[in-house]
């Protein structure tokens, strides 16, 4: 909630298990089932309930009561609280403890998704086990682990990714090095990105990333992100050549649809959305609805809208005892019939909700137009900790008080599901500022555009992929100012210029009728052409098209004779690791002349000649790298083995360069492996 000065207030409500809609699990006698979590001179209990969603079962850990002790009790209070210390408990319970709990309850999954990096703790419980009751050892149990296990990071900047000192790991953790028959040098290498930085922090991405074999972020843009954010663990490749990829996030259609657009909706797929909602050409069926009932459908979501907007309003004030003078204003100034913009979302600096008020002059004009007004509604909840966050709040409702704002710019506190649904539905645009890259994905403006609200953002996160000239407005993504501050002014004025040139325009550009045939075009080419393409259903299946099916049959063949094929990759890797060093280059030949530049157009002919001393010829690779100031790829040119003999391997390329410049070049020695899924996998590299 909100002060009358502002402030965001955090109210935490106490969880009264009896009221919501789950239950305890309970063993054949009738007591709770539980999981014990060791920690420094005690044990930390946790009872399980369940919660049914649809034909999917959740399960829920609660450590506060009576069994642990009172700093135990608040691990499960609140997710945003505590320090450092409870933080790390949070994800010992939620890693550790949720492979515990599947374990007690018979619950034997073929592949582990892991989203974010707090639950990383889970590779480590789990190859414990594979070593503990199987008797594996820790590299067999890692590469078990690895191949049924999908990492996806939803940040895209490193402070964002949970970090602990080493005395705090080794507070909660100094026992686990033992488990895993390694020493804690090897323990803590597991989460660094370089194991010999004894001052690195043990890193629960890293962590998550070392364990698992497939890596992937939540757009295209943040994907890129990702791998140059990752790059560090694996050295001696570019970003561009990790095998971490995307799957764009999409939204539950059936969630955040309004019940209006659902009869559309209903019509359109002939009563059969979910087995046709990957079928482009339903959606296009858009087309054949009337333009004047689309545009009555998002007139009457918008009176529903600021109707509820009112109310909630009224209360609020009312409660917060403000002047009954505002109150009234706001309440006769607020219209259903105008252009209406909102910005709603979780308040953080670089979502820069302060960039509409850089010129409060301009703004005052736009939404005081007498012929073609504007109103602005905000809502949102800062994190706790984010005090920058707080204050951005602070300052839109003291903007939203001034006489010329007064009933066009509205905060409206307490953001929830149900405020949320009824923004998405009523808004006309959708707006959103971050800055670029630092919106990993985001899924708001993709359910707005479930419901014909046009969406206008800069081009991050999942608008680099659904930005469509004639389905909603963007910003560039090209960054023209290194200094913020000046970027933020040019951004801010090319957003009022948008509105002011295109948007509000195109809103009231009505015809005899009274609508605007120019905008219900915007909402039609956006149900056809970008909707479509952000769905969950879409998600779930590049999902498992990308990673569950391939993961999932890596996985059967791990699990084929006793877990052959984890036994023989393991030590396979040890042997490479022991003889790597002992690789000693014999002969280069390269591009034939005494100057190191090629042609372009002209064939040249490269040898390499190796001493491979006890490694197999077969399980080596040879490459010239090119690539421009050791940043961009140019090209790689494969070597081929072509003969070998005692004490030497000859490897051949044929390089032609097609492309001008100035590049570096170097040739890279790499192992090769019919098992290997991919190169990052066993990151051995020899630069010669």
Request: net charge negative.
């Amino acid at each position: 909630m909100l002060t009358t000065l502002g402030e965001q207030q955090a109210l935490y409500d106490y969880q009264h298990f009896s009221k919501i809609p789950v239950t305890p699990v309970r063993d054949e006698e009738g007591e709770f089932h539980m999981v014990q979590i060791m920690l420094p001179g005690r044990v930390m209990h946790a009872r399980i309930w369940k919660m049914n969603i649809g034909r999917n079962e959740m399960y829920l850990l609660d450590t506060d009561f009576e069994k642990n002790l009172p700093e135990d009790r608040v691990v499960s209070h609140q997710l945003y609280g505590g320090d450092r210390e409870n933080r790390l408990k949070q994800e010992l319970l939620l890693g550790v403890g949720g492979i515990r709990a599947l374990e007690q309850l018979g619950i034997k999954p073929d592949l582990f998704h892991c989203n974010e990096g707090h639950s990383a703790f889970n590779g480590l419980e789990r190859i414990r086990i594979y070593m503990h009751d199987l008797q594996f050892t820790l590299a067999e149990a890692k590469e078990i682990v690895r191949a049924s296990t999908l990492f996806t990071t939803h940040t895209p900047v490193p402070a964002g990714h949970d970090h602990f000192d080493e005395d705090l790991i080794r507070k909660y953790m100094g026992h686990y090095p033992s488990r895993l028959r390694i020493e804690w040098e090897e323990f803590m290498a597991l989460g660094r990105a370089n194991p010999n930085d004894w001052k690195e922090k043990f890193n629960m991405s890293y962590l998550a990333a070392n364990l698992a074999q497939e890596v992937n972020g939540v757009s295209m843009l943040h994907g890129a992100v990702t791998r140059d954010m990752f790059t560090a663990l694996w050295p001696g490749f570019l970003p561009e050549e990790l095998n971490i990829g995307y799957v764009t996030n999409g939204v539950h259609w059936p969630t955040w649809t309004s019940k209006e657009w659902k009869v559309v909706y209903n019509e359109m797929f002939e009563g059969n959305f979910t087995d046709n909602q990957s079928n482009p050409d339903f959606w296009g069926r858009i087309y054949d609805q009337s333009d004047k009932r689309i545009w009555d459908l998002k007139q009457q979501l918008r009176t529903k809208l600021i109707n509820a907007v009112k109310e909630r309003f009224k209360e609020n004030w009312i409660k917060r005892h403000e002047d009954p003078k505002q109150i009234m204003a706001i309440n006769n100034t607020l219209s259903d019939k105008v252009l209406t913009v909102v910005f709603a979302r979780r308040f953080a600096t670089y979502k820069r909700a302060h960039l509409l008020f850089n010129n409060p002059e301009r703004l005052a004009k736009l939404v005081n137009n007498p012929e073609m007004p504007v109103q602005f509604i905000f809502a949102g909840k800062a994190h706790p900790a984010d005090k920058a966050g707080q204050e951005l709040i602070q300052m839109i409702t003291n903007y939203s008080k001034k006489p010329e704002f007064l009933g066009k710019v509205l905060f409206l506190q307490n953001y929830s599901i149900g405020l949320a649904k009824l923004l998405v539905s009523g808004a006309d645009i959708w707006m959103n500022t971050p800055t670029r890259p630092l919106e990993a994905s985001g899924t708001s403006g993709e359910k707005a555009v479930m419901n014909g609200t046009l969406h206008f953002s800069v081009l991050d996160g999942w608008w680099v992929e659904g930005y469509q000239p004639d389905a909603g407005w963007a910003l560039t993504n090209e960054r023209t100012y290194e200094n913020q501050s000046f970027q933020d002014n040019l951004d801010a004025e090319i957003i009022y210029s948008i509105f002011e040139n295109e948007i509000i325009p195109a809103f009231y550009n009505r015809n005899g009728e009274g609508f605007s045939k120019e905008w219900v075009q915007f909402i039609k080419n956006t149900i056809s052409g970008v909707s479509s393409k952000f769905t969950t259903h879409r998600m779930i299946n590049d999902y498992t098209r990308q990673y569950y099916s391939r993961q999932y049959e890596r996985t059967l063949k791990m699990r084929e004779n006793d877990y052959d094929m984890a036994k023989r990759i393991s030590s396979w890797k040890r042997r490479m690791i022991r003889s790597w060093d002992s690789i000693e280059v014999l002969e280069i030949k390269l591009f034939e002349k005494s100057t190191e530049t090629l042609d372009t157009g002209t064939e040249y002919n490269g040898e390499v000649v190796l001493d491979l001393n006890e490694i197999n010829p077969k399980y080596v690779g040879v490459e010239l790298v090119i690539t421009e100031n050791m940043k961009e790829m140019v090209n790689i040119y494969p070597f081929q083995l072509v003969s070998t003999e005692v004490g030497k391997a000859v490897f051949q390329a044929k390089i032609l360069n097609d492309r001008p410049g100035t590049f570096n070049y170097g040739i890279r020695v790499y192992p090769v492996h019919e098992f290997l899924p991919h190169r990052q996998d066993f990151g051995l590299i020899k630069w010669i």
